[in-house]
């Protein structure tokens, strides 16, 4: 995948990698949105976020990055951090050590957190690219937020996958997050941000990545 003219690498897992300076992207982790629904009375299985940092600990051991930046939302609310167990905090800890690790700073989490690693932004920009949780619609952009999800039908059968939704200058990561949903490509909040419907979604597979142009995508 090319984003204003720079190579990068599209994770099947729903991360991205910058060869060049051996970033790795993720979004919307949500981590410890189990905790928070369970604290209003909706329970889910608490294993989110052990699920979720399982996922990115065989991504670093695949890539070895020297930085991880994080999207934003990447804690549930503003009390996920203090709510992490002993074995998700050990574990963070531990995919941190040797690395910068970047935590963008998103809608759910918009302060900094404490005891858990780390440096806290809003943005990060290197070169032509910048990084962050909301969308603008400007060039060279890769950020999170909308959860992006696209709907195709082939050979008879309809498939709804997490995908990244891109054009030539600009980027949504899907979510990271064991328990996160989606939002539908064909909704109005990504031709607005697109400006039109000619982008495409690079749908998440078993392997691989699969590219479909967004007109080619359904509507739940």
């Not at 969308?135 to 959860?147: N, W």
């Not at 980027?171 to 949903?181: D, K, Q, R, S």
Request: with cysteine; hydrophobic share 45%; aromatic share 8%.
């Amino acid at each position: 995948m090319a984003l204003s003219s720079i190579s990068l690498i599209a994770d099947p897992s729903g991360a991205l990698y910058w060869p060049e300076h051996g970033l790795l992207a993720v979004s919307d982790l949500h981590l410890e949105k189990g905790s928070s629904y369970a604290a209003r009375g909706q329970l889910l299985p608490p294993y989110d976020t052990a699920a979720t940092l399982a996922r990115l600990t065989r991504l670093i051991a695949h890539y070895a990055p020297r930085v991880v930046v994080s999207l934003g939302d990447s804690f549930h609310d503003g009390g996920g951090p203090a709510r992490l167990g002993i074995a998700d905090r050990d574990n963070l800890a531990v995919l941190q050590r040797g690395r910068d690790w970047i935590w963008i700073t998103g809608n759910h989490d918009p302060e900094p957190a404490q005891n858990i690693g780390g440096a806290f932004h809003e943005s990060l920009t290197l070169g032509a690219l910048t990084f962050r949780h909301l969308p603008t619609g400007v060039a060279g952009e890769i950020c999170g937020h909308l959860h992006p999800v696209a709907r195709i039908s082939q050979r008879g059968r309809s498939m709804r996958r997490r995908c990244f939704a891109a054009d030539a200058t600009r980027l949504v990561m899907p979510a990271f997050g064991a328990f996160t949903g989606g939002l539908n490509v064909r909704d109005a909040a990504f031709a607005d941000l697109f400006g039109t419907l000619a982008f495409t979604a690079h749908m998440l597979g078993a392997t691989q990545v699969y590219a479909f142009a967004a007109t080619r995508c359904l509507r739940d």
